[in-house]
């Protein structure tokens, strides 16, 4: 991904996608009752508040939405004082065959430690039920599990019923796995990825963190910038100015930014179309999300996925001493 002169202009960036993730699966009701929906109806309804304040992608665990499902489907501990825990392969595989399909599905690579509880503060979860010992214990505990035989195989199911794979990217080493997966044509679409920046596991909010990982990027990398809590701001903020995009929602982060109210995924979505007006840079909707994102595009061999996307082509083996025969 190249920074040349200019790059930080709006008018040379692609109109900002917001992704909403408004649903909160590590929260119980109860730790926001004004904004976790839990019927059908509510649900919906929040789906259409969140388009209407300006958000383009709806994560999931409706009119021009992108739909992305969270490749766990739910992380939630199902009793009480049980652990959390992403379900198991044959659950996930399900989200190949979903009726009606969605646009995308999130894709994890490489088994990791995902303690979703790392970089908070007390303040952070004071209140809510994260602060009980059961549910602490649980979230912080919680892993990833994300082998070869799995991604592989559920990117090959996605990509046969026409689903984007939408990889969560949790550090450079992730991204050169995915990278991988496309020069041996195992994946052969865009590429669209969140670099996600929650500690525990995962790469730490951070400026150098985020200028290593996009130093890998091929040009037509789509990338999303996600982070949690008090960190969800200033990191959509910097991916606003450098032309990548944002996420936000109560799954992410609950709080004003200082502490004094919750702040629904509405409000944050609102806060985000607000800053990036006044930047300059302009709010995608649905269509413009869709074609920015490349929804629906796959490509019929390995060069043709490595040239769309920006990334150099594959090294061919080299005869040694060919081209200085060929001059003399």
């Not at 489907?73 to 989200?95: M, Q, V, Y």
């Not at 920046?197 to 037509?220: H, K, V």
């Not at 982060?253 to 800053?275: C, G, P």
Request: net charge negative; proline share 6%.
């Amino acid at each position: 991904m190249n920074f040349l002169d200019g790059a930080l202009f709006p008018e040379n960036q692609e109109k900002l996608i917001i992704t909403a993730a408004p649903y909160g699966p590590e929260w119980m009701p109860s730790d926001f009752p004004e904004d976790i929906p839990v019927t059908m109806e509510a649900q919906v309804q929040k789906a259409v508040d969140c388009y209407n304040a300006g958000a383009s992608v709806l994560h999931l665990h409706v009119p021009e939405l992108v739909i992305q499902v969270g490749g766990s489907i739910s992380f939630a501990p199902e009793n009480e004082g049980a652990a959390a825990k992403w379900l198991s392969d044959d659950t996930r595989h399900a989200l190949a065959e979903l009726t009606p399909k969605p646009d995308q599905v999130t894709v994890t690579v490489n088994t990791t430690q995902m303690n979703v509880l790392e970089h908070m503060v007390p303040a952070d979860i004071a209140g809510t039920t994260l602060a009980e010992p059961e549910a602490n214990r649980a979230y912080r505990e919680m892993i990833v599990p994300s082998n070869p035989s799995w991604y592989e195989e559920h990117i090959q199911r996605l990509s046969a019923a026409g689903i984007q794979s939408a990889f969560q990217c949790y550090n450079i080493n992730s991204f050169e796995t995915v990278e991988r997966l496309m020069r041996r044509g195992v994946y052969k679409g865009p590429l669209v990825l969140n670099w996600v920046a929650i500690s525990g596991g995962m790469d730490a909010p951070n400026i150098y963190n985020l200028a290593n990982f996009l130093r890998a990027m091929p040009d037509r990398a789509v990338v999303t910038v996600e982070s949690s809590m008090l960190n969800v701001l200033p990191i959509n903020m910097m991916g606003m100015a450098m032309g990548l995009h944002v996420r936000c929602g109560i799954e992410d982060n609950l709080w004003t930014q200082d502490r004094k109210a919750k702040m629904s995924t509405v409000k944050q979505i609102e806060q985000l179309v607000r800053i990036s007006r006044e930047f300059g840079r302009g709010i995608a909707d649905g269509n413009e999300a869709r074609r920015i994102c490349r929804i629906g595009e796959f490509y019929k061999d390995i060069d043709e996925t490595l040239a769309v996307n920006g990334f150099a082509p594959n090294r061919k083996p080299i005869t040694r001493g060919a081209s200085i025969r060929a001059a003399a």
